[in-house]
Structures are given as structure tokens and as C-alpha cells.
T-cell receptor, first 118, second 110 residues
């Protein structure tokens, strides 16, 4: 597609429910990233993938958070047993990426999913 | 560990005035540095980036930034601010696990 898309754009859920947030990267982009952005803060790195392989999940705050990208394209970030402190904007980004760039790569961000946990 | 500090939470400038947004970073090697802009309700848009080479980089919308290794800084500048530049600006460092600063909110006075 023309850009990174995310769905849903807004999600309101009750505490204790599971949520799944979807990211559709730019076509042909190898690398995909998830960030969380609290109000008034910069994005906070959560995890990233090269193709279908999860390369770094050091930013996931606890084991209620998980992410997958089974076919190397669309990715899903899942939060189990949501808590109010999980409320934030969740942003996805993609880049051409791959093993050869050494990280010298530009990330393109989607519009984000605003998650509100009541 | 890599980190970014944006010392100014909020800056107000008059339209037509010059602008400088400060960014200091901590990074173990040659950093990859970025400036992004976020308008209300919008996603993050890349303004410019530094990977290597010329330390003065030009970006979109008339912005530029200068990498100063000795000062661990990557300040963003614009000679003449337009009202449409009002937004939140984020400096970031790193590569795959990019670290962002807390942002500087820019208000433009008419």
C-alpha cells in the first residue's frame, strides 16, 4: 500500500479483556516496528521484526504483551488481560530494512491505534 | 544505553522568526539521528536524518540540523517559521531499537 496502515484506529476496552492491534506495513518493507506513546511523551520502542522473525522484544513491558508477524507482512500486537495503565497510542512503523542496512534505515510510521482501557 | 534528551518541553516563537530545537543524545557508537514532526491527530513524519558524511543535513519544509559529535547534539533549525510549523517535534537516535526524546511542542505566534 501507499503507507503504513493500522487498525482499528480507536479501541476502547474494559479492564481484563484481550485486544489485538493490527499493522499493515508498506509493501516490500522487510522490517516492522511497534512503539507505544503515552500522552505528552515520545514513542517508546516495544519490539521489531525482520521478515517473520522477531529480532528484539526487549521493550515489551511484561508477558501480557506479545507480537507476531507470521508471514513476514502484517503484524499483530496482542495485549492480554488489559489494565488501565496500558492506555496509550500504539504506533507501528516499517522500513526497507533487512540484514544489510546495519540499521541505517528510515522508519515510516502509521497513524496509530488509540487504546483506552476503562 | 542510548538515550535522547530534548531540554525544551515547549517553545513559542513569532511567525517569521528563526527557530532552534535542541537535542542531545547518548550513544555508544556513531549514531543514526532523526527528527520527526507530529501534528495534532497525525502520525510521525520524518523531517531529516543523519547517518554519516556531511554534518549539516537538509530536510523537508525548510528544516536543517547539524550533527556535532563533540557536543553530542543534533539541533534542528529553521530560518523563518511559518504558522503551519506548529506541532510536536521529536528527536530520535539509534537504529532498529530507536529511542525518542520526550518531544518539544512548538507554538507559533502570529
Amino acid at each position: 500500500g501507499a503507507g503504513v496502515s493500522q487498525s482499528p484506529r480507536y479501541k476502547v476496552t474494559k479492564r481484563g479483556q484481550d485486544v489485538a492491534l493490527r499493522c499493515d506495513p508498506i509493501s516490500g518493507h522487510v522490517s516492522l516496528y511497534w512503539y507505544r506513546q503515552a500522552l505528552g511523551q515520545g514513542p517508546e520502542f516495544l519490539t521489531y521484526f525482520n521478515y517473520e522473525a522477531q529480532q528484539d522484544k526487549s521493550g515489551l513491558p511484561n508477558d501480557r504483551f506479545s507480537a507476531e508477524r507470521p508471514e513476514g507482512s502484517i503484524s499483530t500486537l496482542t495485549i492480554q488481560r488489559t489494565e488501565q495503565r496500558d492506555s496509550a497510542m500504539y504506533r507501528c512503523a516499517s522500513s526497507l530494512g533487512g540484514w544489510g542496512t546495519g540499521g541505517a534505515d528510515t522508519q515510516y510510521f502509521g497513524p496509530g491505534t488509540r487504546l483506552t482501557v476503562l | 544505553a542510548q538515550s535522547v534528551t530534548q531540554p525544551d518541553i515547549h517553545i513559542t516563537v513569532s511567525e517569521g522568526a528563526s527557530l532552534e530545537l535542541r537535542c542531545n543524545y547518548s550513544y555508544g557508537a556513531t549514531p543514526y539521528l532523526f527528527w520527526y514532526v507530529q501534528s495534532p491527530g497525525q502520525g510521525l513524519q520524518l523531517l531529516l536524518k543523519y547517518f554519516s558524511g556531511d554534518t549539516l543535513v537538509q530536510g523537508i519544509k525548510g528544516f536543517e540540523a547539524e550533527f556535532k559529535r563533540s557536543q553530542s547534539s543534533f539541533n534542528l533549525r529553521k530560518p523563518s517559521v511559518h504558522w503551519s510549523d506548529a506541532a510536536e517535534y521529536f528527536c530520535a537516535v539509534g537504529n532498529n531499537d530507536m529511542r525518542f526524546g520526550a518531544g518539544t511542542r512548538l507554538t507559533v505566534k502570529p
